[in-house]
């Protein structure tokens, strides 16, 4: 069995969508953009209810893919992430959706736990959060990604449209020039914006976290 990391999300106050179906479809879309830069080991799928799972090879790749999947959802419409890392495996792949488990979704679940009693109890920006369910863990490790992502949701949180939309591009690799084109702004205001946004620095720190395993 390999060590992966499990990923699960689930929609912020689904309740309150006015069009379900739309977020669904915008919620897929989000993914799809993300798995340009990372293949999933297992692509995503519907769980009960407004629960989506995935696998990804790595924790850096799991930490780059809710960074896009944040950045492309529309206004209204937001996820919360549990990852964890572990081996998972499945228990029943007969239907369209597989059955799986293992430590590694054990511990996302503790995560996205983690996350919901944040988000209530003192941080309402926070959207992710990281338990490294391996024996044995490497507590250094969860601590500065979990770290990472308490000031990349802040950061993304705070941002309005169009800066999601230039920190979205800038991290799937467009250039300034081809995002100014986009904007209908000028290449120095991309650059002002990814300053004053905090999409600079973001995109960077997550570029660092890239090959972690």
């Known amino acids: 069995m390999t060590t992966q990391t499990g990923l699960i999300a689930d929609i912020v106050k689904s309740r309150d969508l006015t069009d379900r179906s739309a977020a669904q479809a915008a919620i897929f879309d989000a993914f799809a953009q993300a798995e340009t830069l990372d293949a999933p080991v297992s692509p995503v799928w519907s769980t009960v209810g407004d629960e989506f799972q995935l696998v990804l090879p790595t924790v850096g790749a799991a930490v780059r893919t809710t960074a896009v999947v944040r950045l492309a959802l529309p206004d209204g419409v937001d996820l919360r992430f549990g990852l964890g890392l572990g081996e998972t495996w499945d228990v029943d792949s007969r239907g369209a959706s597989p059955i799986q488990d293992g430590p590694g979704w054990w511990a996302a679940r503790r995560a996205i736990d983690e996350a919901h009693r944040r988000q209530d109890t ?41 800066q999601r939309r230039i920190a979205l591009g800038t991290l799937m690799g467009r250039t300034q020039a081809e995002l100014a084109a986009a904007e209908g702004i000028t ?13 600079g620095a973001l995109v960077a720190s997550i570029d660092l976290l890239r090959d972690l395993s």
């Open 122 to 162: 003192g941080s309402p920006y926070l959207r992710s959060w990281f338990v490294d369910g391996t024996e044995p863990p490497a507590p250094t490790v969860e601590r500065m990604v979990d770290a990472h992502l308490l000031l990349r949701d802040m950061t993304v949180s705070a941002m309005n449209p169009r």
């Open 187 to 199: 290449q120095s205001a991309v650059s002002q914006n990814l300053a004053r946004s905090g999409a």
